[in-house]
């Protein structure tokens, strides 16, 4: 079957990823707000927020080499039952190092989830349909985004946070566990029979490393995950400290979630106009003056038009740096390559809300949103840099190349 030729895969998968991620975007204010009722600082809740991605940074390349050669499909369903129970478990805890172990199983099954589906988006797609494609992929992480704040700031609240914090927690590993709904054959069988018959010599990691494209697709994607992931975590810490509801705080990162929505949708156009690299950069760049605003002491209506323009600029980041990960990649090694992508995120979701929490702790829970300004320059500077695409503008290439050398199309995979 020809990738690309049966939609019905796709959209399952979008809805499938949205409520993984619906899970996902709940459990982490929710952790945040518990680990604060059970007597955590700042430097704690930066502590708790980087071990969700501990446990994935040791598994996401073992995982990547094992899809090359193998099905995506079973790393969906294994994925959601770790989300589920490392959510519900979270809400049970009783101590924050018990939290801390049960966030990074949850970051666990949310690294196998996104490992088995961008493979799968990779294999079923044709080469210029993959932009739009993981843009639309995309748009599932971005619906959980949306409607998970909300929900958890509708359950969160009043003087028991403790409780209602745990509430929530629990509420999201049911709502994880309704991803199963839309797995079901989700692999083409010849997209899976082509994958094993593909067996070769592996890729070193080095190699892929120094393939032109991929240091950029991962800088990128790791400095805008880092951007999203310090506005989930510490959008609640700066609430607190300014007196915002936890309902509100969720409206505002709902708000952030739509804008990024909307990027998507309409991500094709804007690749017509700007052109991969171009685009890549502006939204960079906007998105780093955006993120060092939110440090100042604006009103709600002002934070929240920060916000909403800074989703807009963080939704360009992710599907296109897939992309160039994808494309610059050898074609026996995707996987791995997506899986090397997704290490460089979970590097930046280690180490960067542990900076924050240092940072914050001596300057002020604002100041790190400063450094993701400063982190996200730096990304603009390497999207300026990184290696043109033949067609950027996601059209069809008759002839696709790779480092300058025609490539044979392999549609099957």
């Avoid at 509430?167 to 049911?174: D, E, K, N, T």
Wanted: aromatic share 4%; hydrophobic share 50%; with cysteine.
């Amino acid at each position: 079957m020809r990738p690309g030729g049966n939609r019905g895969w796709l959209l399952r998968l979008v809805i499938a990823f949205s409520f993984a991620q619906a899970a996902v975007s709940m459990a982490r204010p929710a952790v945040s707000y518990r680990a604060l009722a059970l007597g955590a600082d700042e430097r704690a809740v930066g502590v708790i927020a980087g071990v969700y991605a501990l446990l994935p940074l040791f598994a996401a390349v073992p995982l990547g080499r094992r899809t090359d050669h193998g099905r995506c499909a079973p790393l969906l369903p294994f994925g959601v039952v770790l989300i589920s129970g490392g959510c519900a478990l979270s809400g049970v805890a009783g101590s924050l190092g018990t939290m801390a172990l049960w966030s990074g199983v949850m970051g666990l099954g949310h690294l196998c989830f996104v490992i088995g589906s961008q493979s799968l988006v990779a294999r079923q797609s044709a080469p210029h349909e993959q932009d739009r494609n993981f843009g639309h992929f995309t748009i599932g992480a971005a619906l959980g985004q949306l409607v998970g704040p909300v929900a958890a700031g509708a359950l969160i609240g009043g003087e028991d946070m403790a409780r209602t914090s745990a509430l929530a927690l629990i509420v999201a590993g049911g709502v994880a566990a309704v991803a199963f709904t839309s797995l079901w054959r989700i692999e083409h069988r010849r997209t899976a029979a082509t994958s094993r018959a593909d067996k070769g010599e592996r890729v070193p990691v080095r190699s892929i490393l120094r393939t032109r494209g991929v240091p950029a697709g991962i800088l990128i994607s790791l400095a805008v995950l880092s951007a999203t992931d310090i506005l989930t975590a510490y959008l609640p810490v700066v609430g607190e400290h300014r007196g915002i509801a936890p309902s509100v705080i969720g409206v505002l990162l709902s708000l952030r979630a739509a804008a990024t929505i909307a990027c998507r949708l309409v991500l094709t156009p804007l690749l017509r106009l700007l052109g991969r690299t171009m685009l890549l950069t502006v939204t960079c760049l906007l998105a780093a003056l955006l993120c060092a605003g939110i440090a100042l002491p604006v009103p709600v209506w002002a934070l929240g038009l920060l916000l909403v323009l800074l989703g807009f600029c963080l939704g360009v980041g992710q599907p296109l740096s897939m992309t160039t990960v994808v494309q610059a990649a050898p074609d026996e090694a995707r996987s791995t390559a997506l899986a090397l992508r997704l290490t460089g995120n979970r590097l930046g979701q280690v180490a960067a809300p542990a900076a924050a929490g240092l940072i914050a702790g001596v300057a002020g829970v604002a100041a790190p949103f400063v450094m993701l300004g400063v982190l996200l320059l730096m990304s603009s500077g390497v999207a300026v840099r990184s290696p043109r695409e033949p067609d950027e503008a996601g059209g069809e290439d008759p002839e696709p190349r790779r480092n300058g050398m025609p490539l044979g199309r392999k549609s099957d995979i």
